[in-house]
């Protein structure tokens, strides 16, 4: 009779096959295990790329304010060292006139004897009386060249005065040029630096990078043309809509011209050192901007935030200088609504923006 007992396993094969069982149950433990976790994202590269850029272009942008207030002393500089070798000129063809006029009064008194004795002279005069008379004439003309000398020697001070001065202002010119070619060194190397961060990203990602998504001179301009538009767009932010405060008020007087040449020119590039017409910084802006007003303005937001009445954040009316940053290196014009137009910074043009986009450094009222 068969027998129906079952074979017993070989050994090996019973180890190896719960060595296998053993395998696939870990690896399905560490598989869920794997489904369950949830990955934490590292630090987005464009986040850091984008902190970057704007930390490049705020010391850019403080470099140009540098670079403005040196190539504008430079500019003055040069202005008055002109003005003083204009001057040196005049003085120096009064006094050759003067120094002519006395070589030929010398030379006249050469040939008509001056220097014999004028005892022996009279004595030797077959008209006493004549001669006393042309005596006379001499003196009063000794006078003459004796206050002409002293004439002559007062203009040749002036004119050696006037060559020190020259000098002094001549080497001033040279430091300010100076400085201001160190300045723009530093503005084109961070821009350099800038750009080749920006020349990784994609068109798209660069427009994110630089926040020029938001085409604002487009949509400033569509409220012109269509005010019952305006409030359909929603881009600015709640701080960029009119509010009911005095300063959504349109602008009047000087302060109108301001805002309008300020939104003429809405859509115009950054160009640092910018001062129009095809092109602005952001203090070249609001000082052209005020020209057209009939205001002169400093070149430099360090000087601008002096040039006027200081106001405070809620006092703001349109054609207020808006100031931004510790460092107080970036302005912009307050057009009301809690808005400005400013140049933002390189690779950007002359736009709309919210007030509260950057930290808030002050205002001030030119007029």
Partial sequence: MASHRKPTPHPLAARTALTLVLACTAGATAFQHSADA????PNPPKARLKAEVDRLHRD???ATEAYNGAAEEARSARRRLESLRDEAARRQERLNRSRDALGSCAAAQYREGSGVDPGLRLALSSSPGDYLERAAAVERAG???AA???RAAGQARQLAQTRT?????SAE???SAGSARRHKRTVQGKLRRAQRLLDRLSPHERAAVLDEHAPAHARVRARQTHPSRAGANR???PAARPSAHPSAHAPAGRSALAVAFARSALGKPYVWGGTGPSGYDCSGLTQAAWKAAG???PRTTYSQIHAGKRVSRGELAPGDLVFFYDSVSHVGLYIGGGRMIHAPRPGTSVRVAPVGQMPFAGAVRPA
């Fill in 295 to 297: 205001v002169s303005l």
């Fill in 165 to 169: 001065e020259a000098q002094g202002v």
């Fill in 173 to 175: 010119l040279e430091r």
């Fill in 38 to 41: 949830q990955p934490q994202p």
């Fill in 143 to 145: 006078d003459r060249r």
């Fill in 235 to 237: 881009d600015d932010g």
């Fill in 60 to 62: 850019a942008e403080r």
């Fill in 148 to 150: 002409a000398v002293k």
